[in-house]
């Protein structure tokens, strides 16, 4: 008999944006197999970071522990193989868009000041 959560662990976790649809695949992959299985999306790799002690997090935030829960996307190159255990999320090529956008404006700002 095998151990269900055992292999669970070891799957590449994807969250798609919108419907909140999870896929998992259960062998490495790379960003461009799951771009082109989704059009209009690039891959990032979710990256949570937990702050505990002298910072006052915001209540939205915060986990169980009372430290708070930072949430941070990386893009994925296409050739980036995404590994068994990781979690991923697809971004619509207009949210990247808006970001970068978003990303310049604030350079400008701090060039400007």
Do not use: F
């Not at 209009?40 to 997090?57: C, N």
């Not at 708070?68 to 868009?97: C, F, M, N």
């Amino acid at each position: 008999m095998g151990n269900c959560q055992a292999a669970d662990g070891a799957a590449v976790v994807i969250q798609h944006p919108g419907d909140g649809k999870v896929e998992r695949l259960h062998w490495p992959a790379t960003a461009a197999d799951v771009m082109r299985r989704n059009p209009g999306h690039y891959v990032a790799l979710v990256v949570l970071h937990h702050v505990s002690g002298g910072v006052d997090p915001d209540p939205a935030v915060v986990g169980e522990g009372g430290g708070a829960r930072i949430t941070k996307v990386k893009l994925l190159k296409p050739r980036d193989t995404l590994h068994l255990g990781q979690v991923y999320r697809l971004i619509t090529s207009q949210e990247v868009s808006k970001a970068v956008q978003t990303r310049r404006q604030e350079r400008t700002r701090s060039c400007d000041e």
